[in-house]
């Protein structure tokens, strides 16, 4: 079956730490992946997408990064949170004709 | 540019009312679509429905449905009997012709169904 899984489900992290969210998904080949910020506020922000591995694009300039190491796994990270890098990452999959599905977030708190 | 208003912040109802939530969309694309995702306490994003530009067709699943209307760049969905399981954030998304597949998002409509 297609699926996505997105870990961990919280994180605290101090101002300064890494960071590493993973996503990986299930099922497909060569899928379209997405992360997506949603700050206190609720607006859904694209950071980046990856139509294939080693693609990645930046919508935002950010303290944030990603990579694409394997067809179906999807990184962001960070080498120093910063406070305003609190928020809910979301990471998505481009299913075409159903949409996107999304991962179950991960609610980071930068302290 | 694209863009995806939802002018409704918040919207509060009681149960068994029904309720339109408003989503009016911006694009230069003439292939493109159109989405409705709901997102419950819980966080998870659940997609709702999937339209696009073609098919101006009103879709109804259950207490749902949806009103696109290409003359006014307007895609409404309104529920019907209203239940406190619908309790959540709404939003609205656009995809255009654009590379990656990229979706845009409304800010969000919260609905609050009060028994």
């Known amino acids: 079956s297609q699926t996505i899984h997105q870990w961990p489900a919280t994180l605290v992290q101090p101002v300064g730490s890494p960071l590493s969210l993973e996503c990986t998904v299930e099922?497909?080949?060569?899928?379209?992946l997405y992360w997506y910020r949603q700050a206190a506020g609720r607006g859904l922000q694209l950071l980046f997408y990856s139509v294939g591995i080693g693609q990645i694009s930046s919508e935002v300039p950010q303290n944030l990064s990603a990579s694409r190491p394997q067809d179906r796994q999807f990184i962001l990270s960070s080498k120093k949170l910063l406070l305003s890098d609190s928020g809910f990452y979301l990471c998505a999959w481009d299913r075409t004709d159903y949409g996107y599905t999304f991962g179950s977030g991960t609610r980071l708190t930068v302290v | 540019a694209q863009k995806v208003t939802q002018a409704q912040t918040e919207i509060s109802v009681v149960e068994k009312e029904d309720v339109t939530l408003d989503c009016v969309y911006e694009t230069r694309d003439t292939t493109y679509y159109l989405f409705w995702y709901k997102q419950p306490p819980s966080g998870e994003l659940v997609f709702l429905i999937r339209r696009n530009s073609f098919d101006e067709q009103n879709e109804i699943s259950g207490r749902y449905s949806w009103n696109f209307q290409k003359s006014t760049s307007s895609f409404n969905f309104t529920i019907t009997a209203s239940q406190v399981v619908d309790s959540a954030v709404y939003f609205c998304a656009l995809r255009g012709n654009n590379q990656g597949g990229k979706l845009i998002f409304g800010q969000g409509t919260e609905l609050s169904v009060k028994p």
């Open positions: 099922g497909t080949s060569n899928p379209n």
